[in-house]
């Protein structure tokens, strides 16, 4: 399944209202870290039809960043009914990103 650019205006529908788990990958085009997470994120979101993997630009969506109080980049979420169910902070490997699903 393609990543999908989450915004503002399609949060709810996307990650809020979603029936499979969602992975989120809270980033920046500057992070260093984050350029090295990016593409295993987007590996992940090819292999597992069963996730719904999504990216929020922490410089275009200041809210969505403000709302989940992410205060370093990246910051990866994984959201299950609506809620939390998992978060880190910093580049991971790929095996550990897919321990937190």
Same mark, same amino acid.
């Given at each position: ?10 949060? /709810? ?5 979603? /029936?499979? $788990?969602?992975?989120? /990958? ?35 969506? $200041? ?17 299950? /009914? ?10 991971? $490997? ?8």
């Amino acid at each position: 399944m393609a990543v999908i650019t989450i915004t503002k205006a399609n949060f /709810d529908q996307e990650v809020l209202h979603s /029936d499979k $788990p969602v992975l989120l /990958d809270f980033w920046a085009s500057w992070c260093g870290p984050c350029r090295m997470v990016s593409p295993i994120v987007d590996e992940i979101a090819q292999e597992n039809s069963q996730i719904k993997v999504g990216k929020i630009n922490v410089d275009e969506q $200041p809210e969505l960043a403000q709302q989940f109080q992410v205060m370093s980049i990246p910051t990866l979420m994984v959201i299950k /009914d609506g809620k939390i169910a998992n978060q880190s902070v910093g580049a991971k $490997p790929k095996a550990a990103i897919l321990a937190m699903l």
